[in-house]
């Protein structure tokens, strides 16, 4: 069973083969967020976290932190019960949109490789959320396929 959190959920939670984690605020459309669970489904590779409150989640992360006392236990803060079991090789994939990162202090919080997928403002048709959807998921098989290559190399 994986954390939760009242400041992110796991619309898709890690399994042991992940690679990669999506990740995204919670305020996306409904349409692209069910559009991406659907579309990564079946794909062992990938989880997707979607974050509700990433100002308090972050203040979470960095109050403990800063307390010595508690920063020596793993499941101090949020941030850290809700990626404990996320492998340490695999990447986080911070889906940014509007012109101020929220999410990419994420990586910071397990020493995650991060990478960003910029997608602007959000779209307004399907069609242009479609595309944005697509974007993700390119980053998304991109990041995957060169998890599997590396954990294939002997």
């Known amino acids: 069973m ?3 959190s009242q400041s992110a959920v796991w619309i898709k939670e890690p399994s042991a083969d992940a690679g990669v984690v999506i990740v995204t605020s919670a305020a996306l ?3 692209m967020i069910d ?3 659907v579309a990564i489904d079946d ?4 989880a997707y976290l ?3 409150q990433s100002r308090e ?3 979470d992360w960095l109050r403990v932190g800063f307390n010595p006392e508690q920063s020596t236990r793993i499941d101090a803060c949020d941030a850290s019960q809700l990626l404990r079991y996320v492998s340490k090789g695999s990447f986080l994939l911070d889906v940014e949109v509007g012109a101020v990162p929220g999410l990419t202090w994420l ?3 397990g020493g995650h490789p991060l990478r960003v997928v ?3 403002e959000v779209a307004t048709s399907s069609a242009a959320m479609d595309r944005q959807v697509e974007d993700v998921l390119s980053a998304t098989r991109s990041l995957a396929k060169s998890v599997l290559q590396e954990r294939c190399v002997i």
């Open 57 to 59: 989640l972050m203040l």
């Open 2 to 4: 994986h954390a939760t």
């Open 43 to 46: 794909w062992d590779q990938v």
């Open 118 to 120: 910029e997608l602007g």
């Open 35 to 37: 559009k991406l669970h």
């Open 107 to 109: 990586g910071s919080v």
């Open 29 to 31: 459309p409904k349409y």
């Open 50 to 52: 979607a974050v509700k």
